[in-house]
């Protein structure tokens, strides 16, 4: 059964930070390609970051330089680290894995800045 179980979400305020966690099972985590994405409401879903199974990186542009996404293979578990954040980062945010034609999604984490 495969699971993707994201954690870390709250609400902070502007400028705080957050890590995300999405711990992951039943797949072969370490050849995925592993992403987070997040959608605020009215919007469309829209990825913020991946990191491939080599550990390359991606970043949407708003992301870059305030976000680090990261792997820990032995633990199947992908992060993403936020800092500086701001209210327009307020979504749910999903953890996503996809290699070929497998595409395997968690529930969502709700993140909020506010003051």
């Known amino acids: 059964q495969v699971q993707l179980v994201e954690s870390g979400g709250g609400l902070v305020q502007p400028g705080g930070s957050l890590r995300l966690s999405c711990a992951c099972s039943g797949f072969t985590f370490s050849t995925y390609t592993m992403s987070w994405l997040r959608q605020a409401p009215g919007k469309q879903r829209q990825l913020v970051a991946y990191?491939?199974?080599?550990?390359?990186?991606n970043y949407e542009d708003s992301a870059t330089g305030r976000f680090t996404i990261s792997r820990d293979n032995a633990k199947n578990t992908v992060y993403l680290q936020m800092n500086s954040l701001k209210p327009e980062d307020t979504a749910v945010y999903y953890c996503?894995?996809?290699?070929?034609?497998?595409?395997?999604w968690g529930q969502g984490t709700q993140v909020t800045v506010s003051s």
């Open positions: 996503r894995g996809i290699m070929g034609p497998n595409v395997y």
């Open positions: 990191i491939s199974k080599s550990g390359h990186t």
